[in-house]
């Protein structure tokens, strides 16, 4: 287990001392900085090289946002007098992830921030030692997570898989784009996304028109001349279909990117590649996302991904609930993420939070591709009793998650 | 940039033409200010007429506009130009820079108008600039992405509103010292202190509430929450806030629910809800109160409301993305 020493939480711990001695006099502040004290776990996954050479995967996704998220709480407490401390601990495989687990309950640590896989988390989630712990998933995506794998020392920060394609579905219909051709690949993060199309297009009145396999292999597809097979390839496998939209489901990027421009309709191309659906994305700069923008590029000398962002929000819930709960206590922060006060800004200009019924942040999705946003759902339009945020992913009454 | 007056000469040709020769006149009707984020310019409107006299073009990104205190130059934070521009309103001309920090997002000046208070959005500073030596004297530590200002009527207290950490931090002004920090609800952005000094009114956009502060206390003595039927609650973001010298009416902007809340800021019961342009912004009294102006920032436009009848009477198109809005005499 690596664990890193921040000295940022000692100077911000120095200045809130030293600003405790003018603000005592209108607050009923304790006497020294109470600390919140959480731990950052992850498997650090093997990065599997995508198809465009433009964007190589960064080693570092997901803690580099824990990082910014802890600055800025740090920002917060040094206010009012509360320092955080997160424990970074990033394993190389499963068995050191549950080592590292335990070890970290055993000394008292209660909120874990988690970049995991699903089976990973729910074996960790059903630990004897996790019954009291809080685990803020930042970065899984299945639905399963938030069905029947649904657990009540669980939350989930990214949207889920069923969020993202009912973003997308909202986004057909309201453009009335209503026929679709499905290709799916291979892996199982292909399929579960494929199904979450397929589920979301019943939703929202979609047409799959088609719903074929992704099985072709272009082998040594960057040699010269390459391009020729793989234009005939998708020619072929698009010819005799009527659709409006080709939606991939290639959550991997080993094929995705080569379905734009090559089928025998022109069509255009969404789900994983082209306009996809997503929380975070890199052309978006609206509600002051310019400015996490620009303070992630500065501090990761990289763009911001999914992952970071998850595991941003994650990291700043963390410190909303301490700061608007009053408290450093990991159970009173617990008991405040889940309560009707718990607000959380991320840029989206709506305020986001946890869904009672399976513990998924509600949350509006973007709509982009490479260069510019297109939209943002939940579309004007998709109304909902309670809160429109909710028309995007599972809702309360067809929820198969019964929290314990 | 010259659209808008190509646009309005064609129209209004003569009428213009008297309005353009008055405009280097001073002691004139009042003239509306207001700053054009997408298109680097001021749009100066006739208060009569409703004419855009001239459109100016300035620095990158002008957010906060702000007039002097003798009525003669309008400050301008000119966001992604980094400084400060002073616009001559004789002349109609920028005439001069001020240093502001790095991305000047809106500011204060204070009631001598010696200084201006800048919140620097992405530095986490507040910068005081000293007007007339063109320098900053000053920088104070706040929370991230510091946002709203608003400074006491004596000059001795500053508020500063900060969007990340969710805070209205109280900062004296002669020590340049944090005082106190109140939380309200998420993502504040305008601190309006009352003209008897007894509150400041704190809007959270993403929150969707009005926070008023006692002055004295540091107490939160209410939130104001606004409701619209067949408005989802997520639209409702409150930013620009104006407030009548009597302390009996408040107006307050709700951005993307495209209304201003008529508040009663003695009970602080909602009285109203006017329909104005898309994603309303800033507002700003006449100096007679009769008239309350909004920057309109989807729908490119400015609303205006007579405030006795409680109407929107008018709309006059602006330039892209209006934030800000000043009425000068």
Redesign the interface.
């Given at each position: 287990m690596r664990v890193r020493f921040d000295p940022r939480a000692v100077v911000f711990a120095i200045s809130g001392l030293a600003?405790l001695a003018?603000?005592q006099?209108?607050?009923s502040a304790p006497p020294a900085s109470a600390t919140v004290k959480f731990a950052y776990l992850a498997l650090a996954t093997k990065r599997i090289l995508p198809l465009s050479y433009l964007d190589q995967p960064p080693t570092d996704d997901g803690i580099q946002g824990a990082r910014l998220g802890l600055a800025?709480d740090e920002?917060?407490g040094r206010?009012?007098h509360q320092a955080y401390h997160l424990t970074e601990a990033i394993e190389p495989d499963a068995a050191a992830v549950l080592a590292a687990f335990k070890s970290l309950a055993a000394a008292g640590q209660k909120l874990f921030v988690t970049d995991l896989p699903a089976d990973l988390l729910l074996q960790i989630a059903d630990l004897p030692e996790a019954k009291d712990a809080t685990l803020l998933d930042a970065t899984a995506q299945d639905d399963g997570l938030r069905a029947g794998g649904c657990r009540a020392n669980v939350l989930h920060l990214l949207p889920s898989r069923a969020m993202l394609a009912d973003a997308l579905m909202q986004y057909l219909a309201v453009k009335k784009w209503r026929n679709i051709l499905l290709v799916g690949g291979p892996d199982p993060g292909d399929k579960a996304y494929a199904e979450a199309i397929r589920h979301a297009a019943a939703k929202f009145q979609i047409h799959i028109v088609a719903d074929k396999p992704w099985t072709y292999d272009p082998g040594a597809r960057r040699t010269d001349t390459g391009h020729y097979a793989i234009e005939a390839e998708v020619a072929r496998f698009t010819q005799g279909i009527d659709y409006d939209v080709l939606v991939v489901a290639d959550e991997g990027d080993n094929f995705g990117d080569d379905l734009s421009y090559r089928a025998t309709d022109p069509r255009p191309v969404a789900g994983t590649q082209g306009l996809v659906p997503s929380a975070w994305a890199r052309p978006f700069e609206q509600w002051?996302g310019t400015?996490l923008q620009?303070?992630f590029l500065k501090q990761a000398a990289r763009w911001m991904t999914d992952r970071d962002y998850g595991a941003w929000m994650a990291v700043?819930a963390v410190g909303?609930a301490a700061?608007?709960g009053s408290s450093t206590d990991p159970q009173a922060i617990a008991g405040f993420l889940r309560s009707p006060d718990f607000?959380?800004?991320a840029f989206k200009?709506?305020?986001l939070s946890f869904r009672s019924w399976d513990g998924q942040l509600r949350q509006p999705v973007l709509l982009a591709d490479a260069r510019s946003l297109v939209s943002v759902s939940p579309q004007p339009g998709f109304l909902h009793q309670f809160?429109?945020?909710d028309t995007l992913g599972v809702d309360q009454p067809e929820s198969s998650c019964h929290l314990k | 940039m010259p659209s808008e007056m190509t646009a309005a000469r064609a129209r209004l040709a003569a009428p213009l033409l008297i309005a353009l020769l008055c405009a280097a006149r001073p002691a004139l009707a009042e003239r509306l200010l207001v700053s054009n984020e997408k298109d680097n310019t001021i749009t100066v409107v006739d208060g009569k007429s409703l004419a855009v006299i001239k459109t100016v073009p300035v620095g990158a990104r002008p957010r906060g506009i702000i007039l002097s205190k003798d009525g003669k130059s309008l400050y301008i934070c000119t966001s992604d130009a980094d400084h400060i521009e002073e616009l001559d309103l004789a002349s109609l001309t920028v005439t001069r820079t001020l240093p502001s920090g790095p991305d000047p997002e809106t500011f204060t000046i204070s009631p001598d108008g010696k200084y201006l208070y800048v919140s620097n959005?992405?530095d986490?500073r507040v910068s005081v600039v000293d007007i007339a030596e063109a320098r900053i004297t000053s920088e104070i530590a706040v929370?991230?992405?510091p946002e709203g200002m608003g400074i006491s009527p004596d000059g001795k207290t500053l508020v500063n509103t900060?969007?990340?950490?969710?805070?209205a931090?109280f900062i004296d002004t002669a020590s340049h010292?944090?005082?106190?920090?109140v939380?309200v609800?998420?993502?504040p952005r305008v601190a309006k202190w009352t003209a008897d000094a007894a509150q400041v009114w704190v809007s959270s956009?993403?929150?969707?509430s009005v926070s008023v502060i006692d002055a004295a206390?540091?107490q939160v003595v209410k939130k104001i929450r606004f409701a619209i039927p067949g408005v989802?609650?997520?639209s409702i973001?409150p930013v620009g806030i104006a407030l009548t010298g009597d302390r009996k009416t408040a107006f307050v902007a709700l951005g993307?629910a495209n209304r201003v809340a008529v508040v009663d800021a003695q009970t602080f019961e909602v009285r109203k809800y006017l329909l104005v342009g898309q994603r309303v912004w800033q507002l700003a009294f006449s100096p007679d109160e009769q008239r309350l102006y909004t920057t309109n920032g989807v729908s490119n436009d400015m609303s205006v409301i007579d405030v006795p009848a409680l109407k929107v009477t008018k709309s006059v198109p602006v330039g892209r993305l209006p934030w800000g809005v000043v009425v000068a005499p």
């Open positions: 600003c003018s603000a006099a209108q607050t800025d920002t917060t206010f009012i002051g400015q620009s303070r700043r909303e700061a608007h607000e959380l800004a200009g709506a305020r809160s429109e945020l | 959005e992405n986490n929370g991230v992405e900060s969007e990340t950490t969710s805070m931090h010292e944090v005082t106190a920090n939380l609800d998420s993502r956009e993403v929150g969707g206390t540091h989802a609650t997520e973001q993307p």
